[in-house]
Nanobody, 118 residues
Framework: QVQLVESGGGLVQAGGSLRLSCAAS????????MGWYRQAPGKQRELVAV???????NYALSVKGRFTISRDNAKNTVYLEMNSLKPEDTAVYYC????????????WGQGTQVTVSS
């Protein structure tokens, strides 16, 4: 089993910054993709950013240039630095880990609320 513990959400004014953290524990396969998804009220969950252990990253177009994902592989922790936040970034942000092995599982964190006021 894998547990994901998120922290760092909150309320911020437009143009401000927040940093999310997610620490994974349990049986962690070395080949994995960790990242962040978000879900706004009435909308589907969407990818924000993901990163693998080798430095590959992928961002949603809506956050590219404003958000930065990073990892500490030794600590199985992923971070999301969010700058120039906009009201449309308001959502519950979920940490995610996918094991890149045959039959690999996907795990989700409990979610952390990010609210950006205008």
């Amino acid at each position: 089993q894998v547990q994901l513990v998120e922290s760092g959400g909150g309320l911020v004014q437009a143009g401000g910054s927040l940093r999310l953290s997610c620490a994974a524990s349990g049986n962690i396969f070395s080949s994995n993709l960790m990242g962040w998804y978000r879900q706004a009220p009435g909308k589907q969950r969407e990818l924000v950013a993901v990163a693998n252990t080798g430095g590959f990253t992928n961002y949603a177009l809506s956050v590219k240039g404003r958000f930065t994902i990073s990892r500490d592989n030794a600590k199985n922790t992923v971070y999301l630095e969010m700058n120039s936040l906009k009201p449309e970034d308001t959502a519950v942000y979920y940490c995610n880990v996918q094991f890149l092995v045959p039959g690999g599982s996907t795990y989700w964190g409990q979610g952390t609320q990010v609210t950006v006021s205008s």
